[in-house]
Structure formats: structure tokens, C-alpha cells
């Protein structure tokens, strides 16, 4: 692999990775409820026909630099951590969300809430304990092989399939929204899934931004260490698909929050981003094969409580 007899500059700081990604974290939520009461005074202060799009409400791009300053320190905090951990520690935006939705929406804070809170901590706390600290580095020739390992190929059409399935839900519900209105039947028979299809296509391409986020940051940390890695056109494939992936991920939770509560839209996008980043960490970079049977029981039960 990668990094040879430097590899140990960054072993023993996981705690650095995990302080980052908590704090990176709190700062992409903070952005995404800006957003969201970008939208709700937007929808307050003009009519329909006034409406700006998002990219255009200065409070908006004010919560996107935000979210863009917590993502880039959980990218450096990959740098540090395995993907398996790293992502569920991101959970305390579960909790921060919690706060932030409650000062800037004035969304309830009920019993729910709290027991939901309080389970993120606890999941938050084992995966901590009982995750990988340590992570390898890597070529690029190394990554490209693991993206063509069969089990990644699998993972990979399956993940499509879900993207395609939710994009078609979500455009057929818009379109019978707008056509025969909230209170038609063929509405309320899909009612449910409708919220649900912006959040979870979100979570299923920041899962994949993660991953391809934590691709690069192994590159840059084998180019620092004297082997540049941005020679070939697999480095930059993998950047450019971080990119695409970062994009739809914002895009998808923008639509989300400009039509559904925050409180509801920011958890389920952490239920899939967290769920789908941890299986895709395990499988891609076969994180899991480094645990002990306790450990990948715990990590199991209380990454997917997260």
C-alpha cells in the first residue's frame, strides 16, 4: 500500500478525526437549517410567482458555505479515520439538528426527539469504542482495483437501482401534486413516501461523496508523502465523481427541505447517509475484516441504531 514508512504519521490520531468530524458536522447542519428558513421566509415574504430559486436567497448560499466548510473538515477528517467510523461519529448532526431546527424553525422538540437523541449519543459513543482506528493508505492503482472487486460491483448496481427507484417516486408524486392537488387519492396513496424520496436519494449520494471523498484524501496523503498520485486519469475520475456526487447530494436535500420540516428531512438523510456510507466503507475498503466478532456485533447493532 501507500504511505510506506511514513504511514505511521497519522496512527494514534484518530481522536483528531473524530474531533473533526464532530465539528464538521455541527457546521453542515447549522448551514442546512439556514437553508431551510431560507426557504420558509422566502415562501412567508413573496407570492408564487416571485419565488427566487435557491442559489438566489442570500441566507441559502450563506448555510451553503457552511455546509461546504463542515464538509471539507470531514474530508480531512477521513484523512485520519477509517470510513466506517468516521461517518457514524458524523451522527451528532442528529443531535446538533435537534438544537439548530428548534432556535432557527422553531420546530417542537418532543418525546420522540429526545429518546431519538439520545440513542444517536449512545450509538455514537459504541461505535467509537469498537470501530477500526487505524486507516491504510493507498495508491491509486490500489483504489481502482478495489472499485472493480466484484462485491463493490454488486454494491454499486445496487445503489443505482435505489437512486433510479426513489428519482422516478419523487417525480411521479410532483407531478400528481401539482396536477390533482394534496387531498386526491392517488396522492395520499404514496403520501408517506413522498418526504422520504428527497431526504434518501441525498443520503444514498452523500454515502457515495464519502466514499469517493475518502479515495481522495488517501491520495493526497500518498502525495505527500512523495508519491504523486495525480499522474493518472483514475485520480481524477474519482475526484470528478466526488464532485457529481456532492452536487446531487445538496441538490436533493435542498428540494427536501424546501417542501417538508427539517426535524423530519435531516434525520432520515442521516438514517440513509450513515447506514449507506458504513456498508459502503465495509465493503469497498473491507474495513470489517479487521474486527473481532464483538466488535463487528456492536459496530452492526449500534451503527444501524444511528
Same mark, same amino acid.
Given at each position: 500500500?501507500?504511505?510506506?514508512?511514513?504511514?505511521?504519521?497519522?496512527?494514534?490520531?484518530?481522536?483528531?478525526?473524530?474531533?473533526?468530524?464532530?465539528?464538521?458536522?455541527?457546521?453542515?447542519?447549522?448551514?442546512?437549517?439556514?437553508?431551510?428558513?431560507?426557504?420558509?421566509?422566502?415562501?412567508?415574504?413573496?407570492?408564487?410567482?416571485?419565488?427566487?430559486?435557491? +442559489?438566489?436567497?442570500?441566507?441559502?448560499?450563506?448555510?451553503?458555505?457552511? +455546509?461546504?466548510?463542515?464538509?471539507?473538515?470531514?474530508?480531512?477528517?477521513?484523512?485520519?479515520?477509517?470510513?466506517?467510523?468516521?461517518?457514524?461519529?458524523?451522527?451528532?448532526? %442528529?443531535?446538533?439538528? +435537534?438544537?439548530?431546527?428548534?432556535?432557527?424553525?422553531?420546530?417542537?422538540?418532543?418525546?420522540?426527539?429526545?429518546?431519538?437523541?439520545?440513542?444517536?449519543?449512545?450509538?455514537?459513543?459504541?461505535?467509537? %469504542?469498537?470501530?477500526?482506528?487505524?486507516?491504510?493508505?493507498?495508491?491509486?492503482?490500489?483504489?481502482?482495483?478495489?472499485?472493480?472487486?466484484?462485491?463493490?460491483?454488486?454494491?454499486?448496481?445496487?445503489?443505482?437501482?435505489?437512486?433510479?427507484?426513489?428519482?422516478?417516486?419523487?417525480? !411521479?408524486?410532483?407531478?400528481?401534486? !401539482?396536477? !390533482?392537488?394534496?387531498?386526491?387519492?392517488?396522492?395520499?396513496?404514496?403520501?408517506?413516501?413522498?418526504?422520504?424520496?428527497?431526504?434518501?436519494?441525498?443520503?444514498?449520494?452523500?454515502?457515495?461523496?464519502?466514499?469517493?471523498?475518502?479515495? %481522495?484524501?488517501?491520495?493526497?496523503?500518498?502525495?505527500?508523502?512523495?508519491?504523486?498520485?495525480?499522474?493518472?486519469?483514475?485520480?481524477?475520475?474519482?475526484?470528478?465523481? %466526488?464532485?457529481?456526487?456532492?452536487?446531487?447530494?445538496?441538490?436533493?436535500?435542498?428540494?427536501?427541505?424546501?417542501?417538508?420540516?427539517?426535524?423530519?428531512?435531516?434525520?432520515?438523510?442521516?438514517?440513509?447517509?450513515?447506514?449507506?456510507?458504513?456498508?459502503?466503507?465495509?465493503?469497498?475498503?473491507?474495513?470489517?475484516?479487521?474486527?473481532?466478532?464483538?466488535?463487528?456485533?456492536?459496530?452492526?447493532?449500534?451503527?444501524?441504531?444511528?
Amino acid at each position: 500500500m501507500g504511505c510506506g514508512k511514513h504511514e505511521g504519521d497519522t496512527k494514534g490520531m484518530w481522536y483528531v478525526g473524530v474531533i473533526l468530524s464532530i465539528v464538521g458536522s455541527i457546521g453542515t447542519n447549522m448551514g442546512v437549517n439556514l437553508q431551510k428558513f431560507s426557504f420558509m421566509r422566502e415562501a412567508k415574504h413573496r407570492c408564487s410567482t416571485e419565488k427566487r430559486s435557491y +442559489v438566489r436567497q442570500p441566507l441559502w448560499v450563506i448555510g451553503f458555505l457552511l +455546509v461546504v466548510g463542515g464538509s471539507i473538515l470531514d474530508f480531512v477528517a477521513l484523512g485520519f479515520l477509517p470510513q466506517s467510523l468516521a461517518t457514524p461519529v458524523g451522527g451528532s448532526t %442528529m443531535v446538533a439538528n +435537534v438544537a439548530f431546527a428548534s432556535l432557527f424553525l422553531k420546530e417542537k422538540f418532543t418525546r420522540s426527539d429526545a429518546i431519538g437523541t439520545a440513542l444517536v449519543l449512545t450509538g455514537i459513543i459504541v461505535v467509537a %469504542m469498537f470501530a477500526e482506528k487505524e486507516s491504510a493508505c493507498y495508491t491509486v492503482h490500489e483504489l481502482v482495483a478495489l472499485y472493480r472487486e466484484p462485491l463493490f460491483a454488486v454494491y454499486a448496481t445496487l445503489i443505482g437501482l435505489a437512486c433510479i427507484a426513489l428519482y422516478l417516486l419523487s417525480r !411521479k408524486m410532483e407531478r400528481v401534486l !401539482k396536477e !390533482k392537488g394534496k387531498s386526491s387519492p392517488e396522492y395520499k396513496r404514496f403520501s408517506k413516501l413522498h418526504p422520504v424520496s428527497y431526504p434518501a436519494l441525498s443520503g444514498l449520494f452523500g454515502a457515495q461523496s464519502v466514499l469517493f471523498a475518502k479515495s %481522495m484524501a488517501e491520495l493526497i496523503k500518498t502525495t505527500f508523502e512523495g508519491d504523486n498520485q495525480f499522474v493518472t486519469f483514475g485520480a481524477y475520475a474519482i475526484t470528478f465523481s %466526488m464532485l457529481v456526487c456532492v452536487f446531487l447530494q445538496i441538490h436533493w436535500l435542498a428540494h427536501g427541505l424546501q417542501h417538508f420540516d427539517a426535524v423530519f428531512i435531516v434525520p432520515v438523510f442521516q438514517c440513509f447517509f450513515i447506514s449507506i456510507s458504513i456498508f459502503g466503507g465495509g465493503v469497498y475498503f473491507k474495513e470489517f475484516a479487521h474486527m473481532t466478532p464483538l466488535a463487528l456485533a456492536m459496530f452492526s447493532v449500534e451503527g444501524s441504531q444511528d
